[in-house]
């Protein structure tokens, strides 16, 4: 069966910026309305529309489009790397988690500015709209995976001599243990692959797949619950937006990412 996914959600993603200068037109206003007032509250407000407007100007106009943006996770593509479910049944999973969560992390936007993306990384990318199943190939989601291929590599998913099915690089099958129940252990994969692989997986499934200068394969960790390269081939990689590099919640799950 073909995973459904619905894309990574942006935290604050609704803030345009429209709507961040406006703000800031606000704040300023206020701020110079405030100036001619000598009572004591009237100044302590001054400071704070402008400790407001330097932040929101940093936050939104210089950090979030050029080094940092944070997102939470919706689905289970990535577990037990990162989180993202509902407590109760879940009829795609099969599993029935007894709580609900979904990670919150921040994706460093300025490190394939400076480099490349690598093998093991955790990426997000603008995915193309042949991996939107959910609407019928009209939306481009935003997607985050593990980069499994990078220009030049051949990828191939088929079994091994005992019959287990694994992802091949370069003629060599990939070390890729299960996680552990915190995936400390990460880089891991929730569990073995399914053999066979589901009828659409038909990119690198069965035959090898050789990548282009600019393309990219990526997977997600719960292997048989992603939607990735495998159903609608390679990523380009002008696609990608940044490198997945912190949770900064739940607390209990704060921590750096490999």
Not at 57 to 82: D, G, K
Request: net charge negative.
């Amino acid at each position: 069966m073909q995973p459904q996914e619905v894309g990574a959600g942006e935290i604050l993603a609704n803030l345009s910026v429209a709507h961040i200068v406006l703000a800031a037109l606000v704040l300023t206003v206020l701020r110079f309305a405030l100036i001619p007032q000598r009572a004591a509250i009237a100044k302590s407000a001054a400071e704070l529309i402008e400790s407001l407007l330097v932040a929101g100007v940093l936050v939104f106009l210089i950090i979030r489009p050029f080094f940092m943006q944070a997102f939470y996770i919706p689905s289970e593509s990535m577990e037990p790397t990162l989180m993202g479910h509902d407590a109760g049944y879940n009829h795609m999973t099969g599993e029935s988690p007894p709580t609900s969560i979904h990670d919150k992390l921040f994706v460093n936007k300025l490190a394939y500015h400076l480099g490349e993306p690598r093998r093991e990384d955790i990426v997000v990318f603008r995915a193309p709209k042949a991996a939107d199943f959910e609407t019928n190939h009209t939306a481009e989601n935003v997607l985050i995976k593990r980069l499994i291929g990078v220009p030049g590599d051949t990828i191939e998913v088929k079994p091994d001599d005992k019959g287990v099915m694994r992802v091949w690089r370069n003629g060599k099958p990939l070390d890729e243990p299960t996680c552990d129940d915190r995936a400390s252990n990460e880089p891991c994969i929730k569990e073995p692959l399914q053999n066979p692989q589901p009828e659409q997986a038909e990119f690198g499934v069965g035959k090898p797949l050789k990548l282009g200068p600019d393309e990219l394969f990526v997977m997600g960790d719960n292997r048989n619950h992603s939607n990735d390269s495998r159903f609608w081939g390679p990523l380009k990689r002008d696609r990608v937006i940044g490198k997945a590099s912190f949770i900064f919640w739940p607390l209990n799950r704060i921590h750096i990412l490999h």
